[in-house]
Each structure stands twice: as structure tokens, then as C-alpha cells.
């Protein structure tokens, strides 16, 4: 058996600044709250729960003048007031590259019709939605274009600024892009690709190696959006991928000798996890 794995797999800059941020928080302060689940990996959050962080989903059920952590996605604009008005100390872990589009969303809102291409309900998007005020819409697939038009002709708006969900799929972004040049041909197109160098080449180098093997184990959470994007560009290229978070999730699956075997993780899988994999494959 040949075990590829990718050099690109596993925590991403802004991943492994919040959790290491997080520890050390726990560290000074014994209990930290978390707003919405601080990455997409049970494992992580349990050992840190375990530590004393305690994640809610509302900011309202974090006490007045307690510890607060923003995750990576980063909040919306009201979020933080909202934190501001009940006296929360903020330990704020937004990735820079997120915090980079929220500064270039608010300094484009009040000359351009915003267009965010990503998913609708995902935490980032809703974060960034907050600050694009309401001259914006999200386009999570073509379908949308038509609805998002007839958005920007209430505005008096001649431009259009289209940003991108940072753990996009990147062939997506680009069929979406042309469509929407299409569609708004009268309008001032800018078009800013904001996807993340590391979801980027988290997917180049997925797309390489399902060229090569036989079977391809995708690493991460379910829930995960950049994990559901690379298993999707691996199985444009191999016919056997498996999503899995842990090695019980591969038992079932036969193996043999001749397999030659790819393993990617997405950006909130640990090396601990893509360990017991090897490990498990190699048993
Ligand atoms: S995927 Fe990129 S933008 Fe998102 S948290 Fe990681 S480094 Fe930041």
C-alpha cells in the first residue's frame, strides 16, 4: 500500500492562531466564553472545553463583563457593539485575511453594490454580510444572479464589487464571476478573488493527488465548508473518496496492498487526527 499525503493538509494560519490563542486565554484566565463553535473538530473543542471553554451560541448568554472569544469566521459589525453594550472583554481571533475583506467591504459600501459569492448560512459570510450593510447580496450559486440584479436596480449604484467566501471553490468563484459579467454588463464590474492562498492550494494540491490514486480519505469535520470543497475536487478525478473525522468512520471500507491511498485534511483538522489515519491504514 502507498500512503500520499498532502503537504497542504491540516490547520491553516488562522485556525492555529485562534485555538493557540484560545489555550493561552484559558491558560491566564481559567474559562473562556466561545461564540459559536470555535472550529469545525470535536476533538479540539473537547480538550479545550475541558480546559474551561464554554461555547455559546448567542452572545446574550455570555454574563455581563465576562471573556468573550470571536472565532476565525469573524462576526458582524452589530456583534461587536453588541459585546461593546454588555461590558464582554473580546479576545478577537477573526483571521486577518477575513478582517482584510471586512475593511475593504466598508470602505466600498457607500460607492458599490457588494456582491459576496459563498454560502449563504455560513458563519463567515453572515460576518461579512454585516458589515456590507444593505446594498448586498450573497450568491451561492447561478442561480442567484437574477435575484441579486434586481437588488442592485433598487440602488442608484453604477458599480459592483464582487468579494468571495475565503474557502470557496475556486472553479466555482470563476463560472459565477462570468455569469454575473453578463448579467450586470452596464454596470462597473470589480471583481476581488478573496479566496484564501491556503484553501487555494489546499485545492490545487487535492486535484493532483486524486490524479494519482486509487482511493482518496478526506479528513474533517461534516460540518466543515473548505473540507466539503476539497472532497468535491477530489472526486472530480477518483472514484472512491471518503469523508471521514475519524479512523472508525474508514472501518467497513476494504483495503488492500494495491491501494495507493491519498489523504488530505481540511483547515481545522489537527496533525493528531491525520496521524491516527496513518496509523490506522498502515495497522
Ligand atoms: S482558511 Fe484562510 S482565511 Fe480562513 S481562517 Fe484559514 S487562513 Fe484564514
Known amino acids: 500500500m502507498e500512503i500520499i499525503v498532502g503537504q497542504t493538509s491540516g490547520f491553516c494560519f488562522g485556525v492555529e492562531n485562534a485555538v493557540n490563542g484560545t489555550q493561552k486565554v484559558l491558560n491566564d484566565n481559567g474559562r473562556v ?13 473537547k480538550s479545550l472545553e475541558d480546559c ?46 477575513v478582517k482584510a475583506i471586512h475593511i475593504k467591504v466598508e470602505r466600498e459600501k457607500e460607492k458599490s453594490f457588494i456582491i459576496i459569492v459563498g454560502k449563504k448560512n455560513h458563519p463567515e459570510i453572515i460576518g461579512t454580510k454585516g458589515f456590507a450593510g444593505k446594498n448586498s447580496y450573497v450568491i451561492e450559486c447561478e442561480d442567484d444572479i437574477l435575484d441579486a440584479y434586481m437588488e442592485y436596480e433598487k440602488t442608484n449604484l453604477g458599480r459592483v464589487y464582487v468579494f468571495s467566501q475565503t474557502t470557496f471553490s475556486s472553479s466555482k468563484f ?29 485545492q490545487q494540491e487535492t486535484r493532483e493527488i486524486s490524479k494519482k490514486v486509487n482511493k482518496m480519505i478526506i479528513i474533517g469535520g461534516k460540518n466543515s465548508s473548505n473540507t466539503k470543497e476539497i472532497a468535491k475536487v477530489a472526486e472530480e478525478n477518483c472514484n472512491h473518496v ?22 488530505m485534511a481540511g483547515a481545522s483538522t489537527p496533525q493528531k487526527s491525520i496521524n491516527q489515519i496513518i496509523d490506522f491504514l498502515k495497522a
Open 242 to 263: 471518503y469523508l471521514v473525522q475519524t479512523a472508525d468512520d474508514l472501518k467497513g471500507v476494504e483495503f488492500s496492498g494495491q491501494d495507493r491511498i491519498g489523504i
Open 174 to 202: 470563476d463560472k459565477i464571476v462570468e455569469e454575473i459579467q453578463v448579467n450586470f454588463y452596464e454596470a462597473d464590474v470589480f471583481v476581488d478573488k478573496t479566496i484564501c492562498d491556503s484553501t487555494e492550494n489546499r
Open 33 to 45: 466564553y466561545c461564540l459559536g463553535e470555535l472550529i469545525h473538530n470535536n476533538q479540539v473543542i
Open 52 to 97: 474551561g471553554m464554554i461555547t455559546v451560541d448567542n452572545l446574550n448568554d455570555v454574563p455581563k463583563g465576562e471573556k468573550v472569544i470571536f472565532r476565525a469566521h469573524g462576526e458582524a459589525k452589530k456583534v461587536y457593539e453588541l459585546a461593546q453594550q454588555i461590558n464582554l472583554k473580546v479576545f478577537d481571533f477573526t483571521c486577518p485575511k
